[in-house]
Nanobody
Framework: QVQLVESGGGLVQAGGSLRLSCAAS????????MGWFRQAPGNEREFVAA????????RYADSVKGRFTISRDNAKNTVYLQMNSLKPEDTAVYYC????????????????WGQGTQVTVSS
């Protein structure tokens, strides 16, 4: 049974920072990319960032470029999302996911998802 568990969400003021973590378990994730998505109330789930197994390739949504950084620690089967200069529009439930072997922005390419962690940015 594949399990992805996110943590690190919370309430932060605009301009602040949070670091999300996603711990994976249940099978080997060698060779698989990991991604972060988010969904705000009334909106569709949207791509945030993704990283390949090696970490050599990353991709970011334009809305978070320069503010968010995705990284992974394969020894710990954990992927991180460092979020700086947070804005109220970053408020959403953040999900991590895995499935493809390359960086993909389409959520349909990911077949394993976590339960999500709430990030709320106050103005």
């Amino acid at each position: 049974q594949v399990q992805l568990v996110e943590s690190g969400g919370g309430l932060v003021q605009a301009g602040g920072s949070l670091r999300l973590s996603c711990a994976a378990s249940g099978r080997t994730f060698v060779g698989y990319a990991m991604g972060w998505f988010r969904q705000a109330p009334g909106n569709e789930r949207e791509f945030v960032a993704a990283v390949t197994w090696s970490g050599s390739s990353t991709r970011y949504a334009d809305s978070v470029k320069g503010r968010f950084t995705i990284s992974r620690d394969n020894a710990k089967n954990t992927v991180y999302l460092q979020m700086n200069s947070l804005k109220p529009e970053d408020t959403a439930v953040y999900y991590c996911a895995t499935g493809p072997r390359v960086v993909v922005v389409d959520s349909r390419a990911y077949n394993y998802w976590g339960q999500g962690t709430q990030v709320t940015v106050s103005s």
